[in-house]
């Protein structure tokens, strides 16, 4: 076997059989390896998106209109690309396309969605779909939303209002334009893993001064008759009966519990030439009956005898130590179930911040609207976590400052009451943040402990009336 695995270590390093992060666009490759790794689930989520409309304009004369859904991501940058067409319905004003598009949701990031419903002209009813030119079809409206906003509706669907873009800079309310219903699909044929715990006995030794340093591969096998690696365990030294860390396997990676497998044990060699000590085909269906039964399996190794290949049967065996199923629910399962994430921030007004008047200083308001280092964090964090937060009343503190006439606080109200934390919004807390940097004085020292416990408090007043919430509290301070 040649160098198929991981180059990691040397090649010694175990090797998950879950999709690349890259492939799917995931912006946390690291995590996202880990997560996988252990059995769970990515950050991000396959989503396909369905399209129906209702009351559309009459664009045609003779009949009505042949509508068409074009797809397009706004970049942060302000930048618009076309990602997707639907097909052309012909003579509908309100219907259900049939072509769906698939879109990789992060949790992390505010994906902007554009949808563009165009009346494709008689002429071009035999042109292909991505062939067509828009600036030749006539407008039906447009409408915008994000992936957040919808993942998050009870029942992921969301109805938009159609306009004409030289109505929506209008203040006149011209005709109505209808509307574009959009439907989310999270794309799971299985979200069962099995976590299973291998390991051999009586191993045969490859090598001639030391005993074997044994891994498995663990391949699938497809209609061909190929075999196609999923995962490999670490490399074990010297080790003749070896018990190799967990392996978890997607039920959907292998196909099914029924489909076969092929579990190889390798020497290691580091010149890449692993040499095979011994094989099984087993199912992972297979693989819980030898758990449940407490039984071994005896590897063999294709030997060739005169012209052709036997299986010798050795004495080594394959015994599995640990076979449990679980299903790994994703965060948007949660979402769907009414769970809610709850944003909470505190802010640090110590005076190592620097006078909040000169520009130097991290606080600085600039006048011409330029956001200072505290502003941009609450805006980036808050615009990602808002739309899972149903009434968007977010509790807000400050520490590490002296209000007027008193005592240095470790923990203050930011919209200056001595009743109630919350603000409305992220553009309540930018407001009242603005508004505190001219009410207390910066002082220090910087201490957390305050607001951690004032956040604990809120979190555990949620859990005791039963509330499905997760609390995220922001601290914001200058590190020195």
């Given at each position: 076997m040649g160098n198929c695995c991981s180059d990691v270590g040397g090649g010694m390093a175990a090797v998950s059989g879950a999709t690349s992060?890259?492939?799917?666009?995931?912006?946390?490759?690291?995590?996202?390896?880990?997560?996988?790794?252990?059995?769970?689930?990515?950050?991000?989520?396959?989503?396909?998106?369905?399209?129906?409309?209702?009351?559309?304009?009459?664009?045609?004369?003779?009949?009505?209109?042949?509508?068409?859904?074009?797809?397009?991501?706004?970049?942060?940058?302000?930048?618009?690309?076309?990602?997707?067409?639907?097909?052309?319905?012909?003579?509908?004003?309100?219907?259900?396309?049939?072509?769906?598009?698939?879109?990789?949701?992060?949790?992390?990031?505010?994906?902007?969605?554009?949808?563009?419903?165009f009346d494709v002209d008689t002429q071009y009813h035999n042109v292909e779909v991505k062939m067509l030119k828009l600036e030749e079809q006539q407008s039906l409206g447009e409408a915008y939303c994000t992936l957040s906003e919808l993942v998050t509706k009870p029942n992921r669907s969301l109805t938009l209002d159609l306009i004409r873009r030289e109505e929506s800079v209008s203040s006149t309310h011209s005709q109505h334009c209808g509307k574009l219903t959009v439907h989310a699909e999270e794309c799971f044929s299985s979200k069962s893993t099995a976590d299973i715990i291998l390991r051999c006995i009586d191993l045969e030794s490859k090598d001639l001064f030391s005993k074997s340093d044994p891994f498995l591969v663990i391949s699938k096998l497809v209609e061909s008759g190929t075999s196609i690696p999923v995962c490999k365990t670490e490399v074990l030294k010297n080790d003749h009966n070896?018990?190799?860390?967990?392996?978890?396997?997607n039920i959907q990676q292998v196909g099914s519990k029924d489909s076969p497998l092929v579990i190889e044990c390798f020497n290691f060699n580091s010149n890449g030439k692993h040499d095979l000590i011994g094989k099984v085909q087993k199912s992972l269906?297979?693989?819980?009956?030898?758990?449940?039964?407490?039984?071994?399996?005896?590897?063999?190794?294709?030997?060739?005898?005169?012209?052709?290949?036997?299986?010798?049967?050795?004495?080594?065996?394959?015994?599995?130590?640990?076979?449990?199923?679980?299903?790994?629910?994703?965060?948007?399962?949660?979402?769907?179930?009414g769970f809610e994430l709850n944003f909470m921030v505190a802010i640090d007004f110590t005076?190592?911040?620097?006078?909040?008047?000169?520009?130097?200083?991290?606080?600085?308001?600039?006048?011409?609207?330029?956001?200072?280092?505290?502003q941009k964090a609450i805006y980036e964090v808050g615009e990602v976590l808002q739309f899972y937060d149903a009434d968007k009343r977010y509790p807000a503190w400050g520490f590490g400052a002296r209000p007027i006439d008193g005592p240095v606080s470790h923990c203050f109200n930011l919209n200056g009451s001595s009743n109630y934390c919350?603000?409305?919004?992220?553009?309540?807390?930018?407001?009242?943040?603005?508004?505190?940097?001219?009410?207390?004085?910066?002082a220090g020292p910087t201490l957390f402990g305050h607001?951690?416990?004032?956040?604990?408090?809120?979190?555990?007043?949620?859990?005791?009336?039963g509330a499905k919430k997760y609390f995220a509290l922001l601290i914001i301070t200058l590190l020195i």
């Open positions: 992060s890259a492939a799917t666009g995931n912006q946390n490759d690291a995590v996202d390896m880990y997560l996988r790794s252990h059995g769970i689930h990515g950050l991000f989520s396959q989503i396909e998106l369905s399209f129906s409309a209702t009351s559309l304009r009459d664009r045609d004369v003779f009949s009505k209109s042949d509508p068409m859904v074009v797809v397009y991501i706004k970049e942060r940058d302000g930048a618009i690309n076309e990602v997707f067409r639907t097909e052309v319905v012909l003579n509908s004003l309100t219907l259900t396309w049939i072509a769906k598009y698939t879109i990789t949701y992060h949790f992390e990031v505010v994906q902007n969605l554009l949808f563009k419903v070896p018990t190799w860390k967990p392996v978890f396997l269906a297979d693989l819980e009956k030898l758990h449940l039964g407490r039984e071994g399996e005896n590897l063999y190794l294709p030997t060739l005898v005169g012209h052709n290949y036997e299986n010798k049967i050795l004495n080594s065996k394959l015994l599995v130590d640990k076979f449990s199923e679980t299903v790994q629910h994703t965060f948007l399962d949660y979402l769907a179930g005076a190592s911040n620097g006078n909040p008047r000169l520009p130097d200083s991290l606080h600085y308001i600039d006048p011409s609207g330029r956001l200072n280092a505290y919350e603000v409305q919004g992220i553009q309540g807390i930018m407001m009242a943040y603005t508004s505190a940097l001219f009410n207390v004085s910066l607001v951690i416990n004032r956040a604990s408090v809120v979190a555990c007043d949620s859990l005791s009336t």
